[in-house]
DNA sequence: TACTTTTTTGGAATAGATACAATTTTTTTT
DNA sequence: AAAAAAAATTGTATCTATTCCAAAAAAGTA
């Protein structure tokens, strides 16, 4: 993703484009592995010597404020982003690790029942992927 | 329930029945709020004063592993912990923080795909209960 | 009772996240 | 363009949930 295109998704949102948002945000695009805050800062150092971690912070509480990020929890003591906002379930293998996204139809989902508004869905499953199986 | 039946709990798993476990999962079955155990500790430490956090901790590793109990992440950065190990679904609101209990049929869920093997489903909804929207 | 294993306990250490104030950068006003 | 105001970034100190570890206590076994 271009940073042009960075700053157009970030001032869609009404976010100011500084240097550091869009190339976290462009980041959170490109990377697949849903990455932590730990991830986005070790990606980013070399070319941001200066970049702190609070900014980091800072840029996803934003983000998933303003929508353009989810925030995941795959492990219970670390925040994990994800740059695709839209309904859709993850799936963790247990033993190799990996994360793999996978398409739901929100209307086949189970509700809460009437009366709930839904504004926000987790789906995640845990288990083993077809690599580690064989 | 009874500290009899929380015995019975145990051993049908193979937790040997001391007198800290029964007492957690005891708790854990009265209260319907998936306490963290921050909640457990502050509940059980009158009548156990001598109660560590570690025991709180080693107790409910223990039940997760043994299919006792089934850790839940209602809000980043705490665990909490369900004594209800069957699949059902969690809502959260988000005006008065109530987490409210919701059936699902697991047989209707979305599945990641051929090839993957399910241990484990987490489905949790957020949004604004009945009560709080009037 | 003596011995072994398991469980509990508490204090120190770790790690992710937050609070806050000082800089730096950007925007607005003059 | 310079000055003032607002916003963003940074670093440090702090907080809090959790884990590590080793000693003490309790339970089980011989």
Known sequence: MSMKKAKMMLESKDI????QRMKIYKL????KEHPSVETIYNELKEEIPSLSKMTIYNTLKLFVEKDLARLITIEENEARFDADTSVHGHFKCLKCGCVIDFPVEETKLPAPGNGFTVDNIDFFVRGTCPGCRN
Chains 1, 2 share one sequence.
Do not use: A, H, K, V
């Open 16 to 19: 100011r484009p500084s240097f």
């Open 28 to 31: 959170l695009m490109e990377t």
